[in-house]
């Protein structure tokens, strides 16, 4: 689906407007991959019209072309609804989770633990589990593994008692994680109980622990849980499944919070802290866009310090010579292999690169070696028109080089590729290369 949404902004290539018809077939799109992602029918809705409205009616700033305005205000408008993470002071506080059985409170309890124990703070788990049997060795094994403080009770069947005796035994921890029961749907008893836990423990903050792929169910779960015990927000687990996540997106809306932890795993490492950027680009499919202009960024920066004459906008417009050839090789180099930097890049993905010959562009660090070599060997005149090297010349160049012939015409073959490769570019007339390689 992320390739059908990257097909239709392709379409939208060297239109500076779009019209109605360009942003019914771009928002039809991105809620095919949201409703795939199982974000909310209604919310998506309501994206779809905030998305149209704006890509309508507001004009793309000088030099940036309609698909990028229209994939900029989309972006825009999930971060708007998703938010930043949610807010965690490393202080002394206590945590609640809450959260049907399985979607990995316990898992996440554990996890959590762990790392504020990372950020330096002593933690401490209370197992208030008296419906699943097991629940009570779960959380200690994992707590072990965690090395954190545990509290548990296998002999009590009162929750609301082990939470009390549990926070009064771990006083000695800064930051109390409060664990509890689920059950396979929203019984009252479910929420009498963690009424009550919650109460006892009084906690500074409720998390709502989610299962990615918990889908539409996702909206009556975060409506039950937040009037029960108030939910300051949302932890996504099982993200390194198939599941994007996007029923994460009803419950921050329904509770007007925001995502603070995502699973990714079955071990106590496998937590992340929420980061909007790469959820959104993960749930539309799409690369992660921020990254890629920092990265770019970076590795031009880099190559300009290096040498201040060397200017990739003359090189994207003129002659592509072995002088930016090697430029060129620098810069990707500290970029990543260029099919990955490509494939970030919205319209530039599989597709684009299909067409290319499968070594058009890779230059192993091994080979650009050698061509540095076998380039220092040459005049300047040659480096400039390497078309113009002939069969004496390049028997000299390998001769001096200490290399071979075979090696001299090898570079001569990848200068020839990466010709065409730019001269591609060039063609496409949309300025996407000129605009990656001036920031
Ligand atoms: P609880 O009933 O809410 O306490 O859920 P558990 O913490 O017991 O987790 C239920 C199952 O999901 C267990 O088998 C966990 O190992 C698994 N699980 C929890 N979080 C993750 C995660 O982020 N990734 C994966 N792959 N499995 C997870
Ligand atoms: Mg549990």
């Not at 239109?15 to 928002?27: G, P, T």
């Not at 795939?36 to 409205?53: P, R």
């Not at 699943?132 to 994992?142: F, T, V």
């Not at 070696?369 to 400039?384: G, H, V």
Request: aromatic share 4%.
């Amino acid at each position: 689906l992320g390739s059908s949404l990257r097909g239709t902004l392709d379409d939208l290539r060297g239109k500076s407007r779009l019209d109605e018809d360009d942003v019914q077939a771009v928002v039809k799109q991105i809620q095919r991959s949201l409703l795939q992602a199982d974000v909310d029918v209604d919310l998506v809705m309501a994206l779809s019209d905030s998305i149209k409205t704006r890509a309508l009616n507001e004009e793309p700033p000088g030099g940036t072309s309609a698909r990028d305005h229209v994939l900029k205000i989309v972006y825009e408008e999930l971060v708007e609804l998703v938010g930043d993470s949610t807010e965690l002071p490393l202080e002394s506080q206590t945590i609640m989770l809450a959260g049907l059985q399985g979607s990995g409170k316990t898992t996440t309890a554990a996890k959590m633990a762990w790392w504020f124990s990372k950020k330096g703070l002593r933690p401490a788990v209370i197992q208030t589990d008296t419906f699943r049997p097991g629940a009570y060795d779960q959380a200690k094994q994992m707590c072990e593994n965690a090395e954190v403080d545990f509290y548990g009770d296998p002999d009590e069947s009162d929750p609301v008692k082990i939470a009390r005796e549990g926070m009064e035994a771990t006083s000695d921890a800064e930051v109390h994680i409060v664990d509890t029961a689920g059950r396979h749907a929203l019984e009252d008893d479910l929420i009498d109980e963690i009424e009550e836990i919650e109460s006892t423990a009084d906690p500074d903050r409720s998390l709502l622990v989610l299962d990615a792929a918990i889908g539409q169910g996702a909206k009556e779960q975060a409506q039950r849980f937040e009037e029960a015990v108030g939910v300051e927000g949302v932890v996504i687990t099982k993200l390194d499944g198939t599941a994007k996540g996007g029923g994460a997106l009803t419950a921050v809306n329904e509770t007007d919070s925001s995502i603070a932890f995502l699973g990714t795993g079955e071990t106590v490492q496998d937590i992340e802290r929420f980061e909007p950027n790469s959820f959104i680009s993960r749930l539309l499919g799409m690369g992660d866009l921020k990254q890629l202009a920092e990265r770019v960024e970076r590795a031009m920066e880099e190559t300009q310090a290096e040498d201040d004459d060397w200017d990739p906008e003359q090189m994207l417009e003129g002659e592509f010579t072995l002088n930016d050839m090697q430029k060129q090789m620098d810069a990707m180099n500290k970029m990543g292999p260029l099919d990955q930097v490509m494939d970030m890049i919205p319209g530039m993905g599989g597709g684009m690169m299909d067409q290319l010959p499968d070594d058009a562009m890779d230059v192993t660090q091994n080979r650009m070696r050698k061509f540095d070599i076998i380039m220092e060997s040459m005049t300047d005149a040659e480096l400039e028109e390497p078309r113009a090297i002939g069969a004496s010349q390049v028997e000299r160049i390998a001769r001096g080089s200490g290399t071979d012939e075979e090696s001299v015409q090898e570079l001569l073959e990848q200068h020839k590729m990466m010709r065409q490769t730019i001269q591609q570019f060039q063609g496409m007339g949309d300025g996407d290369m000129q605009r990656m390689m001036k920031k």
